[in-house]
């Protein structure tokens, strides 16, 4: 199929033991899709078998027809990008500087323009100007979506596919949600693909598309949220015990811890 990343039956030993074990999934443009999951269920190895940071020792993953491998490197960044948990930086640079490196696969014409709308639309304006390095980890967390979504820039819109490791971990909640509207936002405006990894069970439920579970290495439930989302599943993977609700609004399933 033309334009969708596949995974078939993806294998990754590390430490005598499978990490990712027989992992096979289909991403388009379009959509949002949570990869839960607990400590150590394989999430962030996965992502980074999905975006070629990591070759599988079994199985394949291939964009638009062809494996990752085969891609250039430079083509491959102009239609996916990474946004992982924390990002340090060596250098001393500006927040503008580093949004602006997400335009590195990029002919640098607009690259002002580009930059300034991505930090508008990540809430950055007001940190232009600023050091990276002295920024709060939440202001960090959206500067590095501001420059994962200047790397997909094209044609007024960002396009292809993003991936996010625990993209809210250190946003308070007016950020939080101003993240999750903004991505679902731009995957129903412009031919995107977001996979998400959050630990935000009641985050995940709310605004994705689509949920994959991911226990030991494997997917062992999928689906929309209500399907994923049911008080025996999280206490099966989780080993939690929960209430599971209905959010007023529009009926997604929340989880409330028991006592
Ligand atoms: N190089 C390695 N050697 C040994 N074990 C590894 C290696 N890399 C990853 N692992 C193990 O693989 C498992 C999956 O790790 P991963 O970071 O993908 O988990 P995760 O689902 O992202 O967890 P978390 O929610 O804590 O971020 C963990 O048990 C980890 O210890
Ligand atoms: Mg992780």
Redesign the pocket.
Known sequence: MDNVLTAAQLQLR??G?P??DDVSLTLAPGEMVALI????????????LLTGYLAPDAGACTLAGRRLEHWSARALSRCRAVML?QTQLPFDWSVETVVAMGRAPWALADEQGIVRQVMALTGCSALFGRRYNTLSGGEQQRVQLARALAQLWQDGGPQGWLFL??PTSALDLYHQQQLLRLLKHLTRGSPLHVCV?V?DLNLAALWADRLIL?HA?KIVAAGTAQAVIQREVIRKWYGAQVHVTQHPEQGAPQVLLAL
Do not use: C, F, M
């Open positions: 590390r430490g033991r990490v990712i999951g607990p400590n150590g269920a394989g999430k962030s190895t996965l992502l980074r948990q490791d625990e990894v630990h991911l290495g």
